[in-house]
T-cell receptor
């Protein structure tokens, strides 16, 4: 199993541009999450999904959108990128509420200039 | 929202020695889970150890153990026989047992291991 994979690893955007961060897991996990990690800070939850077709907001959803059309994929869309969105983005997945561990992807470093 | 506090931004330990990383949390819930994650320079988050709040026994995983004090809302991580590979950022995290969909992370402690 590859686990949780994220693409791209690095990206530089100009203000106002849009992009999609890709996340795929091959563990048949129902739950998937997007976090951002700002320098010197812990992770903040952006959005999460409890299954295909179901998504919900986390702590910091503004400026982002998600979709979950399949169990495997959970892309994060940035519309009209702003410098405040410069961060490292982590995707994670877990099988269910009863299994408490989250499996993380390697992260995407995004810079908005 | 729950809050998780790690009051030690940086810690250092001599190789083969023991170090303890502190974590406190704020919650009114009785059912929850606590975690320590390790983030090496590769940035990947790796689960180190977890503790269910309903369990009185402290969790242990090889050289890693926790001191879980439920009344004090404290959850410290002890690393014994520290190794160079233990150098990383360590994050404490909380997850509700009831609403359970969100994890709350502390700001992290950067651990340096001195040869």
């Amino acid at each position: 199993n590859a686990g949780v994979t994220q693409t791209p690893k690095f990206r530089i955007l100009k203000i106002g541009q849009s992009m999609t961060l890709q996340c795929t897991q091959d563990m048949n996990h129902n739950y998937m999450y997007w976090y951002r990690q700002d320098p010197g800070m812990g992770l903040k939850l952006i959005y999460y999904s409890v299954g295909a077709g179901i998504t919900d907001k986390g702590e910091v959803p503004n400026g982002y959108n998600v979709s979950r059309s399949t169990t495997e994929d959970f892309p994060l869309r940035l519309e009209l990128a702003a410098p405040s969105q410069t961060s490292v983005y982590f995707c994670a997945s877990s099988y269910s509420i009863s299994l408490t561990e989250q499996f993380f992807g390697p992260g995407t470093r995004l810079t908005v200039l | 929202a729950q809050t998780v506090t790690q009051s030690q931004p940086e810690m250092s330990v001599q190789e083969a020695e023991t170090v303890t990383l502190s974590c406190t949390y704020d919650t009114s819930e009785s059912d929850y889970y606590l975690f320590w994650y390790k983030q090496p320079p590769s940035r990947q988050m790796i689960l180190v150890i977890r503790q269910e709040a309903y369990k009185q026994q402290n969790a242990t995983e090889n050289r890693f153990s926790v001191n879980f004090q439920k009344a004090a809302k404290s959850f410290s991580l002890k690393i014994s026989d520290s190794q160079l590979g233990d150098a990383a950022m360590y994050f404490c995290a909380y997850r509700s047992g009831d609403t359970g969909n969100q994890f709350y992370f502390g700001t992290g402690t950067s651990l340096t291991v001195i040869p």
